[in-house]
């Protein structure tokens, strides 16, 4: 049907490129898994923020293929920056990249009528296409049985079944790629399909937007091919349908879907203590290594107190961040993602959000640069852009140990309640509250002022409930591990050089009282910003530790403890800063500095990731105006009230 | 964008976007069914099951430009002839709905579901 050409397959030298595209949930990363094991990366693509993952594998003809996971999709129209990808890749019209030599288009068995008709388009663009039919596992369970070959000869496509959870079919398809390059080679047409001609008005590069029209024609072409191929259109999945009533129950849903986030927050915290703890013992045998085998000097201190500690600060919430993944993941690849997302909609459309901003906003417990990346899911520009605007609203695993600090200093450990509720923990509580209640009211004001306007529509697939595969799982870890580690290897690290920088330079000179970093460019902005933070009732020691608190929160810790001029790190620092702090606070200042970290903008790494996602300084002005006010503002109130209130 | 079916709007729904002359529906195939018999999907309550007979988003609001949520709602299956039956409802005010759709499920909300035209079947 096509006699456009588009490209010359393009593997001299460079290894032939395949692509797997396909509609969400149709098993697609468990496929890309399956070919390609560990080897894959993630990385980005040039210009936008979209993850671009890739990984190799060797054909069964010895060739090396690289394969591209592109975001899944329904349609080449695309609606949200990672569909965009997907259109842009397909067709070729990223710069600096070449379309793919092959493009492996997966489609759930079971789901042929929705997922076929992304392959016709995509057959459309005149490249060799290979059929995955995956999940074929499901569908015989199902009884519904889809011929392979009919399937084949009626959409012109080669046809392999798969059970990429299973790793089988994964053969037959890396055949059928081998003999699809050499078709290829041969310079072959694809082969003609029995389709009728709905060509719209074909662009340049073979493709335009269908209209409403050419979808329909597309539809009434799956139908035709359904009846060719498809057997037995089986039962739906009964066992999904019995957990729904269950799980969307309008009494039980919610509370359901608030079990499993209290058990997760549990989890956060109590699987990740052990790890963080090691990591903590073995950056102070690092620091303690480093400091015993090098002399005094600059390099020293640039070794262990810039780059061990600063980095080290960073990687001990890695283990956090891998707890909040594995139930990210879970979540997803059980399907009850969606659900919790439609259990939200409502909740969360009060206050003008989509169902769909729920996972970035849970991710940002952990981290608020991930969750900021997660928004990219979000179709409409204003929605995610409120979105983004009150994710580090959402208190972040960073802020703990703050909170942790003041909270042993300032509050007494008794319980209340008739010894049911610990008041440390009630206090903790509160935190947590007063964010996610002011990330609330920071979006029903932000999409009533200047996000104004309908919501998107929810359009989202329900799929069916299925097992994990405990292979695929920890595949999803490994790559957020990496990620994690490789942003606080680049822009962390430098971050962490420059502070340390600030806070060493100029030295003090000889004979000086008082801490070093008293004299550092640091000690001189905290002297500059000290009056500007006295009427919200900070020290200068606090305003000093804030310079560096904008690298990570948990900086701020160690700052005090320079500041105050204790030796010690890690848990005796904390422990012996939270007495020294209860001698020079009064409770008014301690409220006012934890009402500050419920809102400040801090942590640059944060910033910056607003800065790409937006791809605009302005909305990062403006993320760090209105948070700046809202935490001074807040410390403002606390300090005031809590001054009156205890008399002091 | 194929013009609505006749028949008499659904009690709840704004009279304009069902009093439009109807024409034939390029692209369609069957002829409109009865009248008595259509209304739309966001009226549907739990376990009832209907064929979807039309889209019409005109009555719709929506951010998006025209014709794009029509568009969007064929991509996800909701076409003329497609058999959908409602599931799930959601809480509070039994919203969104979760619809069955020949072999898959899908998460819309009722104003959006509004654009469907159905025959209870």
Redesign the interface.
């Known amino acids: 049907m096509s006699d456009t050409v588009l490209s010359t397959p393009a593997f001299m030298g460079a290894p032939p490129r395949i692509a797997l595209v396909g509609n969400p949930n149709c098993g697609k990363t468990a496929l890309f898994n399956a070919l390609t094991g560990a080897r894959q990366k993630v990385a980005n693509y040039p210009g936008v923020t979209v993850e671009r993952k890739i990984g190799e594998f060797l054909s069964p003809a010895g060739t090396r293929v690289q394969l591209v996971d592109l975001p899944g999709t329904?349609?080449l129209?695309a609606?949200s920056p990672d569909e965009e990808v997907t259109r842009d890749v397909v067709l070729g019209r990223f710069q600096h990249e070449a379309p793919p030599d092959v493009m492996v288009c997966v489609a759930d068995a079971?789901?042929?009528?929705?997922h076929l008709?992304l392959v016709l388009e995509l057959k459309k663009l005149g490249r060799p296409i290979i059929l995955a039919l995956n999940m074929m596992d499901v569908a015989e369970a199902r009884g519904c049985r889809v011929d392979a070959a009919a399937l084949s000869a009626a959409l012109g496509v080669p046809v392999v079944p798969t059970v990429a959870i299973k790793r089988t079919g994964v053969v037959g398809l890396l055949d059928q790629i081998d003999r699809s390059m050499i078709a290829m080679t041969a310079a072959l047409p694809p082969s003609p399909g029995n389709a009728p001609d709905i060509t719209p008005g074909t662009s340049s590069c073979g493709w335009s937007e269908?209209?409403?029209?050419d979808?329909?024609?597309y539809?009434?072409e799956v139908e035709a091919i359904l009846a060719a191929a498809l057997r037995d259109?089986g039962r739906?999945s009964l066992a999904?349908?019995r957990i729904?009533?269950a799980l969307?129950?309008?009494?039980i849903?919610?509370p359901f879907l608030f079990l499993v986030l209290f058990l997760m927050f549990q989890a956060v915290f109590a699987w990740a203590a052990v790890p963080m703890d090691m990591i903590d013992k073995g950056l102070g045998w690092v620091q303690a290594g480093a400091g015993a085998a090098l002399p005094d000097g600059l390099l020293k201190s640039l070794l262990t107190d810039g780059i061990i500690a600063g980095v080290g600060s960073v990687v001990i919430f890695l283990p956090q961040i891998l707890v909040l993944f594995f139930f990210i993941l879970m979540l997803e690849s059980t399907g009850y993602m969606?659900r919790a997302?439609?259990?939200l909609?409502?909740l969360m459309g009060g206050v003008g959000l989509h169902?769909r901003a729920f996972i970035p906003l849970l991710s940002s417990f952990a981290c608020a640069v991930p969750g900021i990346m997660a928004a990219r899911t979000i179709e409409?520009r204003?929605d995610r852009l409120a979105t983004i605007m009150i994710a580090p609203l959402m208190t972040c695993s960073a802020r703990l140990p703050v909170y942790t600090l003041i909270i042993a200093a300032f509050v007494p450990d008794r319980t209340v309640a008739g010894g049911m509720i610990g008041l440390q923990g009630l206090v903790m509580f509160t935190l947590y509250a007063a964010g996610i209640l002011s990330a609330l009211a920071a979006a029903f004001v932000l999409k009533r002022t200047i996000f104004k306007?309908?919501?998107?529509?929810?359009?989202?697939?329900?799929?069916s409930y299925r097992l994990p595969s405990p292979r695929d799982i920890l595949l999803g870890l490994l790559e957020r591990a990496r990620i994690f580690l490789a942003r606080a290897g680049t822009v962390i690290f430098a971050i962490m050089i420059l502070l340390w920088f600030l806070g060493s330079f100029p030295a003090a000179p000889d004979g000086a009282t008082g801490p070093a970093i008293d004299h550092s460019f640091a000690g001189m902005l905290g002297h500059a910003l000290a009056p500007l933070l006295a009427p919200i009732g900070f020290t200068w020691q606090i305003a000093i530790a804030l310079v560096p608190g904008m690298a990570a929160r948990e900086v701020a810790v160690a700052a005090l403890g320079t500041v105050y001029a204790l030796s010690e790190t890690g848990d005796a620092l904390s422990g012996s800063l939270a007495g020294v702090l209860a001698a020079d606070w009064s409770l008014p200042t301690a409220l006012s500095l934890l009402a500050w970290f419920v809102f400040a903008p801090q942590c640059v790494s944060t910033l910056s990731v607003v800065k790409r996602e937006t791809n605009s300084w302005f909305w990062m002005l403006v993320m760090i105006v209105y948070m700046t006010a809202l935490a001074y503002g807040a410390a403002f109130v606390t300090f005031h009230l809590s001054s009156v209130l205890l008399g002091g | 964008?194929?013009p609505p079916l006749p028949g008499p709007a659904h009690a709840a729904l704004p009279s304009t976007a069902t009093r439009q002359t109807p024409g034939p529906a390029?692209?369609?195939?069957s002829d409109p069914p009865a009248g008595d018999d259509c209304c739309r999907l966001g009226a549907l309550r739990k376990g009832q099951r209907a064929v979807v007979a039309g889209?019409d988003d005109s009555a719709v609001?929506?951010?998006?430009p025209p014709?794009e949520?029509?568009?969007?709602?064929?991509?996800?299956?909701l076409?003329?002839g497609a058999r959908v039956e409602i599931?799930?409802?959601?809480?509070?005010?039994?919203?969104?709905l979760?619809v069955?759709i020949?072999?898959?499920?899908?998460?819309?909300?009722r104003a959006?579901a509004h654009a469907v035209l159905v025959t209870l079947g």
């Open positions: 329904y349609s129209r609606r079971t789901n042929l009528r929705l008709r269908p209209s409403a029209l979808l329909r024609a539809h009434q259109a739906p999904t349908r729904d009533a969307l129950h309008p009494a849903g919610l969606a997302a439609f259990l909609d409502r169902g409409n204003a306007g309908a919501r998107e529509p929810l359009l989202m697939e329900l799929p | 964008m194929i390029p692209g369609t195939s889209l609001a929506t951010p998006l014709g949520l029509e568009r969007r709602m064929i991509e996800m299956g076409i003329e599931l799930h409802e959601g809480f509070p005010g039994a919203d969104p979760a069955r020949n072999d898959h499920t899908l998460a819309l909300r959006e």
